[in-house]
């Protein structure tokens, strides 16, 4: 199953970037409804090189609380970094995705 993911294609090691992970693809049941994300979701970034920051659930696709949402800051130019997301939902259902985020300078 495929899940969306909403960022820049790149990042530069100099920006703070917003990045959104959808899970509606994952929560919605067969009878379409959703469940939602609880708590506080975990992530992760493969290296202290790219810090992760302000780590907020927020509404996806599917409706409240079926994204998350977090800025990057950092990275070393011409490296590919892991993020990985965990999630707990109030079904008591866990899932974790894992996005790769290429860093590279990037002029005007």
């Known amino acids: 199953m495929t899940f969306p993911v909403f960022f820049p294609s790149l990042k530069n090691p100099g920006d703070v970037d917003d990045w959104i992970v959808d899970f509606s693809n994952t929560l919605v049941s067969a009878s379409g409804t959703y469940d939602t994300i609880t708590g506080t979701p975990t992530v992760v970034s493969s290296s202290s090189n790219l810090t992760v920051t302000n780590i907020a659930v927020l509404a996806g ?31 008591g259902r866990t899932f974790t995705r894992v996005v790769n985020v290429s860093v590279a300078n990037i002029y005007a």
């Open 61 to 91: 696709t599917g409706g409240t609380a079926t994204a998350v949402g977090f800025w990057l800051t950092g990275g070393v130019a011409g490296f590919s970094y892991q993020i990985t997301i965990t999630i707990k939902t109030a079904n």
